[in-house]
């Protein structure tokens, strides 16, 4: 039965969780005696310390994104819900989690630094341009793949088994009405006297409010489209509707990247972290209440229809949910400048991980409802197959069918707008170092470079081999997979330089060396295979095959950098916290 699965599934990252975490706090010498650098380097912009529940509920939602529902849904759809789930169990807590945990407290003992500063001072200079490009680029299309499927939601009805039917339009309106819940939220909590709890449970119900009331007043962009071009057929206003989408969902993006995090950022990670909760809880319920068979083969076999293999193509399609680079960039970030205390980095980075392992079984739960043959199977759309399977658990809940597929997909679009924001910021931030820019200037040129790329993406029309039009995201999440993985090779290379020139320690080699060669083989596999069918088609006017060929060039460099400094004399252990003892 699903349910079991799901049950010893939240058992299993339970034990990780309560025996694997403190093993690596120990090993990591995590001491709440240090101070952090969001409290020594306050600033209230970037360097805000907050408590562990709110900031692990900011990380949670901004790390989750569309990932941990979009990645395990494709893989059952292609091999079966087998291996996706061993995969999701063995990567999040192995993989996955210390790449997470490793990467906040590497940029702890760095003064909240990211990343890359860490590269920089721990191989060379020369590593450190070719890591921040190689993210940049990474960022672009992390925001093009998850702009774009969001949009989708937007548009269009859904017609359900049942009858009923879900107006993505009204979507639109229930995710406008939740953008402006965090502004008004972080304003009260700024400038009156109401307390951050009191307003997360007066905020989160109005989350409810603004999904029930987004179906009675839906904000369609086609039939707008259609009133000021009534020459224009009904499916060019969608494509056009959805572009126009797209193109606000970025210009969100650059105004929410600039202003303070106690305005948008921190509250609306706040909301959407609890929300995604509820989510997740309800979909558990759901299933312990419905009693759920599975329709979906555990193995469909090692080559899907689509012709991909199981090697490497499991392992780059199921990124969030297991190990993402973007974690990484998320925890030594943001996250990292909002740390209270060195001991909230076990929950907070390890944990959260895990958190996310339940996501992505509960969304692999939604495909399992689907038996061979099912249309949706042979062309899935991911956040339709979530929202419906939600659904179905939340009507076994008394709850309308209409209603839970709503709900889901309003969680869907909840998990990505904080990924889309931060995503944008990061690029921001590498812009200036990149080119030494600051101030408000500074801040703007960085922020619409970064948003301006993917802009170019997402207007243009994507096609298949065989001519047929496709959606944005659906050409550039195999790319999205692949260099979101290989960066997380490359973080767990980065930070198995510095423990391994600080300690000497052969423990290093097993927490994050390994992981690191494993990651890194993947997803060369799945660059150097998506290289060499795009050519094979004649494909070669198409920017995703270049770009992976640039990818692959930089993470060669970058591991050159990494084997020469690997090479070199002990560092001293000058960033590392003084106490032996851990903290738990």
């Not at 975490?21 to 912009?45: C, F, H, M, S, Y």
């Not at 202003?259 to 299933?287: C, D, E, S």
């Not at 199977?377 to 197959?385: E, T």
Request: hydrophobic share 55%; with cysteine.
């Amino acid at each position: 039965m699903m349910i079991l699965i799901v049950l010893s599934s939240a058992v299993i990252l339970t034990i990780a969780y309560v025996t694997y975490g403190p093993i690596l706090t120990r090993l990591l010498r995590l001491n709440d005696k240090n101070v952090t650098p969001a409290v020594e380097q306050r600033d209230d912009v970037d360097y805000v310390p907050i408590g562990k529940g709110p900031l692990l509920s900011q990380h949670f939602s901004a790390i989750a994104a569309a990932g941990p529902i979009v990645g395990p849904i494709l893989a059952g759809a292609m091999f079966g819900w087998l291996p996706a789930l061993i995969w999701i169990l063995v990567g999040s807590i192995f993989v996955g989690g210390p790449h997470d945990f490793t990467a906040i407290v590497a940029s702890i003992r760095h003064r909240g630094r990211s990343i890359a500063e860490v590269v920089r001072e721990h191989m060379s200079t020369r590593a450190f341009l070719l890591f921040l490009i190689f993210v940049w680029l990474a960022l672009v299309y992390i925001v093009v793949a998850f702009a774009d499927i969001t949009a989708a939601s937007f548009i269009g009805v859904q017609e359900l088994e049942n009858g009923q039917q879900v107006s993505g339009p009204g979507i639109a309106t229930s995710s406008l009405l939740y953008l402006a819940l965090p502004i008004i939220m972080g304003l009260l909590v700024r400038y009156t006297k109401l307390t951050e709890g009191w307003a997360t449970l007066i905020f989160l119900p109005l989350v409810g409010v603004a999904i029930v009331v987004g179906q009675s007043i839906p904000f369609d962009a086609a039939a707008l489209v259609r009133y000021f071009r009534p020459e224009m057929s009904v499916a060019d206003s969608l494509v056009a509707a959805h572009q126009g989408w797209d193109v606000a969902l970025l210009i969100y993006c650059a105004i929410a990247s600039v202003v303070p995090m106690w305005l948008l950022l921190q509250p609306r990670g706040i909301l959407g972290g609890y929300f995604l909760y509820v989510a997740l809880g309800v979909g558990a319920l759901g299933l312990l209440v419905g009693n759920e068979s599975i329709q979906l083969p555990a193995y469909s076999g090692w080559t899907a229809a689509n012709g991909s293999t199981l090697v490497p193509v499991l392992f780059i399609t199921i990124a969030c949910g297991a190990c993402s680079g973007f974690h990484g960039l998320i925890a030594s970030g943001t996250t990292s400048k909002q740390l209270r205390v060195e001991s909230d980095a076990k929950p907070v980075g390890y944990g959260a991980m895990l958190l996310e392992a339940m996501v992505a079984i509960v969304s692999l739960c939604c495909v399992m409802l689907l038996a061979p043959g099912h249309e949706l199977l042979a062309n899935p759309k991911p956040n339709f197959i979530y929202a419906r399977g939600i659904g179905m658990f939340m009507e076994k809940l008394n709850v309308p069918a209409a209603l839970g597929v709503s709900f889901a997909l309003m969680a869907f679009t909840t998990f990505v707008y904080d990924t889309l924001d931060v995503c944008t910021r990061l690029g921001r931030y590498i812009i200036q170092e990149l080119t030494g820019m600051s101030g408000s200037a500074g801040r703007w040129i960085g922020t619409l470079v970064t948003a301006g790329a993917p802009a170019f993406f997402v207007l243009q029309t994507v096609t298949d081999a065989n001519g047929k039009r496709i959606p944005v995201w659906q050409a550039f999440w195999a790319l999205f997979g692949a260099s979101n993985q290989l960066l997380a090779a490359l973080t767990l290379l980065c930070v198995t330089v510095w423990l391994w020139r600080t300690r000497r320690a052969m423990w290093v080699w097993l927490v994050t060396g390994i992981p690191m060669v494993f990651m890194y083989v993947m997803s060369t596999l799945a660059l150097a295979d998506m290289i060499r069918q795009h050519f094979k088609n004649g494909m070669t006017s198409n920017p995703v095959a270049w770009v992976a060929v640039l990818l692959v060039i930089l993470a060669a460099l970058m591991l050159i950098e990494a084997i020469l400094a690997l090479r070199g004399p002990r560092q001293p252990m000058v960033d590392q916290a003084l106490a032996p003892e851990a903290t738990a």
